[in-house]
């Protein structure tokens, strides 16, 4: 008798081990939704973190080459004005541009006419 009653108890402690088990991952199936929900959101913003630092990295670079083909373009041009100048001699006028200075306010004056 006491075979029976012990193996009445293993099987009564191996349902309710069971049921307790799936209850616990009854419980718990939301938050593990939740969880893979997180894991890729996570994983899409890495994506799109990566694609920015991407975009970044081939804007600078085409800022960097435009910047240079300003360089360039400027030094061509001052060496261009320098050969102009050399094949010129030092006859040819000499042209300076400067910013002009402010001038006191002019009064305004009474028309007059005059003969020549």
């Known amino acids: 008798m006491a075979k029976k009653s012990t193996a009445r108890s293993s099987k009564s402690a191996a349902v309710t081990s069971q049921t307790v088990s799936d209850a616990i991952q009854q419980a718990l199936a939301p938050f593990f939704l939740l969880l893979e929900q997180q894991q890729a959101a996570i994983a899409a913003l ?3 973190t990566d694609a920015i630092r991407q975009t970044s990295d081939d804007n600078q670079h085409h800022l960097r080459a435009i910047h240079q083909g300003l360089v360039d373009g400027g030094l061509a041009s001052q060496r261009g004005f320098a050969d102009t100048a ?25 028309p007059t006419l005059s003969a020549p």
């Open 86 to 110: 050399a094949a010129a001699g030092s006859s040819a006028p000499s042209v300076t541009v400067s910013s002009p200075s402010p001038s006191p306010p002019r009064q305004q004056a009474s």
């Open 46 to 48: 890495q994506s799109t």
